[in-house]
């Protein structure tokens, strides 16, 4: 790595292998060694309290501006939508009363809501919510980071108090999906109410989901209290929550292992299948459908303008040795934007663009840069599901056998993520999560006035052809061939470079949490841990 980076990496906590053997040292002697002496001040997982630790750096639990996809696990505790994703990554109603009906022509859905629905702060939830919620989205002067993804949305009308209907500009099915990941309902009227610091930082009040807003303490961690009124009777099981900000995934394990949170996500690979083992600890993980793990080239910078130079980059990368020497397992390897068990995957697009040394070697020769180049990586200090700063330094060593050098740029997630939406950046690597639909990662980098489309610059008129058939298509077996055929244009273009789809996984303490579902969908939900 860079030696502005080494310099970064001295200044971190101690070594993984050393908190490890502290903390087990702690669980089992009842005392804290001298190198933990920071959790003795922790807030401890005790009674009705349920305290988990993720990585990331919060700024907002504004649903409609939030990008940072762990601490949706905190905004998801307050607000609700009309449909969510299970933990078996199965669509389903929320504050919905059912799945919404479809007109013939696919651009009008009508949504019954549920009857028993109350906001923390007494008022009965009702379409004019919904209306008033979207209608605050879409307004362009709102400058809502989220907007883009539903901009096919051209009315919302209320019918009665229970029932709300979508009009859309054009077909486009994958709008229920972002709801989950990108959307959250709101009181009307609340926006005019409040400022958006309250939104951002204290939104007491304001969603209808199992958790009401505590307090926030920067750096630390954001509280909440049980939800009374809930409508989802028996739910949820702690009376607080307490989601910790733990960036450093030694230390979130050392944390587990001394008692002080009893669920953590984002654990070690190399450790995590002896620690799911330990006496005191339950683990799992599970293959997402949407945790895409990828490289964005920026087509407009050299020498990502060169369709050659990007496909030598794809051929040079071997997927296995990073899947499996170092994470473990807890990522499949996937050349092409669809993991092996989504219905959508095409093993012959996956394989025409994977590792093959010599044909990489063979390209690089055929393009503006015959004899190599060289480019800077940014990528995220903070882990998103998996550390990719540890795939990078692969990376790195991979391509300098094809005469490519690497020069890794880190820097904190919030700063990564806006040079990545301005298009300040040669290259960055990161984990983008989806619903788990096959477009989500398209459309946000590959297509006009999205939130990352800078990043790429590509011109793809085929691709949106072929994406705007697949929004229209319901049909599984008529929209496998459109995503194929769509996959076809990516091999040829080679827009960015895929590398993989993460794996979700946790551990957690069996004293304490009694049940738990990895999560297949968006992020782990707090509200169904008992």
Partial sequence: MAEENQRMSTTKTPTRRALLQ???????????????????????ASGK??????????????????TNHDWMAASQTIYENLVEFDVNGEMRPQLA??????SPDKTTYTFDL???????????????DVKYSYEYLLDPENKA????????????????????????????????AFQTKCMGIFPAGSREANSPDVFRNAPAGLGTGPGIFEEWKPNEYISFRRN???WRKGLPSWERLVIRQINEESVRVAYLLSGQVDLISAPPPRDFERLKKMANLSGGSRATLGGWFAINTNNSKPPFDDVNFRKAISHAIDRDVIANKVYYGLLSPAAMPAPKGAWWYNESHDRAASFDLAKAQDLLARSKYPKGASFDLAIPAEPYLLDVKDAALVIQSQLSKI??????????????????VKGEQQAGMFVNMSPGEPTYHLQNSLTPNQLLTKTVNYDGPEMLALLKQGFAEDDREKAKQIYSNLQAVLVRDMP????????????????????FTVNQGVTFSCRDVA
């Fill in 114 to 128: 549920r009857d028993n629905v109350y906001f923390h702060n007494g008022k009965k939830f009702s379409a004019e």
């Fill in 49 to 66: 309290t349920l305290t988990v630790a993720i990585p990331g750096v919060p700024v907002t639990l504004d649903p409609i501006n939030l």
């Fill in 496 to 515: 960015m470079i895929w590398v993989g789809f993460v794996h979700a996984a946790n551990l957690w303490r069996k004293a304490t949490v009694k049940e």
């Fill in 97 to 102: 009363a059912a799945m919404p009906t479809v």
């Fill in 145 to 176: 980071v989220r907007r883009p993804v539903f901009a096919r949305i051209e009315k919302v009308s209320v019918i009665n108090p229970l029932r709300v209907e979508f009009k859309l500009s054009e077909p486009y099915g994958p709008w229920l």
């Fill in 22 to 44: 502290a903390a087990a040292g702690a669980g089992a002697g009842f005392g804290l060694h001298p190198l933990l002496g920071s959790l003795a001040n922790a807030q401890p």
């Fill in 403 to 420: 005469g490519v050098t690497v020069n890794l740029k880190v820097s904190e997630f919030q700063v990564f993520f806006a040079a990545a």
């Fill in 228 to 230: 009374p009124n809930y």
